[in-house]
DNA sequence: AAAAAACTAAACTGAACCGTATAGTAACTG
DNA sequence: CAGTTACTATACGGTTCAGTTTAGTTTTTT
C-alpha cells in the first residue's frame, strides 16, 4: 500500500518534501553567506532572501525569524567546520607517531585560511556574537573539546606522560589559534608577520619537553 | 597683554575650550559604553547622546559621523588598555629576575578579567569589526606590538638566548591571550573549566626551557 | 481534473535609524 | 551690555529593516 504518511519525516521523503527542503537549503547557504559576510546585525532579511535566491515569504516560512535562522545556521556550521579542520575525513588520517601528528597537526591547522576559509570568518562571528548568542559560544567550545582538546591530549598523553597532557593539549592548541587569529582575522600579516613553519616547530618543541624539573 | 588666541589650542585652554572638551569627553564615555556593550552596527546615535547625558547635535557637532566617532574613540581605547594591561605604571614594576617577571606577567593577564573588565569587551569589538575597521586591529596589533612583544622578547633573550626569543615570546603571549578569549570571552568556564595557575605555571615553564636539541 | 501545498512578487506596517534643521537657552568674552 | 559660542530639546526627511499580507503561480497529490 501506499504510505498513508501525510507530510511528516518519512524515511522516504516525498516529492514536496525534498523540494521544501532544498528550498530550506537554500535559505541557509544564503544566510550563511550574508552572516558570516556582515555579522548579526548588519545583516538584512531581504539581502538573505535575495541571496538565497528565494522570496522572504519562503524564508520566514522555513525559519520563525531571525534569530532562529541564525541559531539553525551556526548550529550547524559549528559540527561541520570544526570537523573538517580536525580531519575526520578517512584519507586525512594523522601519522601513527605521536609528533609527526603534532607537527602534522600544527600545519594543518596553519593552512586553515587555504583550507577552511570560511571557518576564519565562523570563528570571527562566534566571538562578536559571544554575547548576544552565548549558547553558540558554548557550543563552539564543547565542540572543540570534543574534537581538538581530546584528540591532542591523547598525543600528548604518548609523549610526556598523563599529568600534564591536557594542560599540554590545551597549551599548544591555544599557541595555534592565537597565531590564526592574529595573523590571518587581524590582518597582522601586514604588521608583524611571523615565520609560521619556525613557530610551529619551536612549539612542538617546546611543548613536547619531558615533564623534568622546572629551571 | 591676553592672548590673542581665538579659539584655537592654546597652552591655557579658555574656560569655552574647557567646557566643550568636558562634553567631547562625555561624548566618547557615552559612545564607549554603548559600543563596547551592543558592537558597531547595533549601536544607535540616539543612544549614544542619552548615555552620554548630551544632546544629539552635540554629538555631531563633535564628530562628523558615526564612523568617524567609532575611530576616535577606538584610537584613544588602543593605546590605554594595553597599556594599563602591560603596566607601564610605574607601581607596577615586574620583578628583575627574568622567569619571575614571567610568571607575574603570566598572572596579571590572567587576571584581566577582574583589573580590566573593558579589556575583554575591546578586544572582542576589535576582532568583531576587523573587517569593517582593518585600521582598527592592525592599530591593536602594532600597539601590542610595541607594548607587549617587545618587553616579553627582552626578558626571553635573558633566559634562552636570542635566536629564538621572539617567537617564544609570540608563543607565551599566544598562550595565554588563548586562554583569555576562550575562558572569558568565550563564556568557556562553564564548559571546561581550566587550572589557570597550573596553566601559567606549566607555560612559564615549557616556554623557558633551554634551546636543546630536540627530541 | 480538482484540491492542497509551497512558492513568488510586491506591497505594506510600524518602528528604528542617521543625519540635519530649527528655535531657543546658558555661558563665556570683549 | 552686546556678541559669540556651545549647548538643549525637539522634530523632521529619507532610508532601512523585521515581519506580515495579499494575490497569484507552480508543483505535487489524490
Not at 47 to 52: G, L, P, S, T
Not at 94 to 121: G, I, M, V, W, Y
Amino acid at each position: 500500500m501506499p504510505p498513508a504518511d501525510a507530510g511528516g519525516d518519512a524515511a522516504v521523503p516525498s516529492a514536496r518534501e525534498r523540494r521544501s527542503q532544498h528550498k530550506r537549503q537554500a535559505v541557509l547557504d544564503g544566510a550563511r553567506c550574508e552572516f558570516l559576510q556582515h555579522g548579526y546585525a548588519a545583516t538584512s532579511m531581504d539581502r538573505v532572501a535575495a541571496a538565497a535566491g528565494v522570496s522572504k515569504a519562503t524564508v520566514y516560512g522555513h525559519f520563525a525569524d531571525k534569530q532562529a535562522l541564525f541559531r539553525a545556521l551556526t548550529e550547524a556550521m559549528v559540527g561541520e567546520r570544526l570537523s573538517e579542520l580536525f580531519g575526520a575525513s578517512p584519507q586525512q588520517a594523522l601519522p601513527a607517531e605521536p609528533a609527526a601528528a603534532l607537527r602534522e597537526l600544527a600545519a594543518r591547522c596553519l593552512e586553515c585560511r587555504h583550507s577552511q576559509p570560511q571557518f576564519l570568518d565562523f570563528l570571527r562571528l562566534v566571538i562578536a556574537e559571544s554575547e548576544r548568542f552565548p549558547e553558540l559560544a558554548k557550543t563552539f567550545l564543547a565542540q572543540l573539546e570534543h574534537t581538538g582538546v581530546g584528540r591532542v591530549t591523547a598525543l600528548f598523553e604518548a609523549i610526556a606522560g598523563a599529568a600534564e597532557a591536557e594542560l599540554r593539549a590545551r597549551l599548544f592548541m591555544g599557541a595555534l589559534v592565537h597565531l590564526i587569529l592574529m595573523q590571518d582575522l587581524l590582518h597582522g600579516r601586514e604588521v608583524a608577520p611571523v615565520d609560521r613553519e619556525a613557530y610551529a616547530e619551536l612549539l612542538v618543541r617546546l611543548v613536547s619537553a619531558p615533564p623534568g624539573t622546572p629551571g
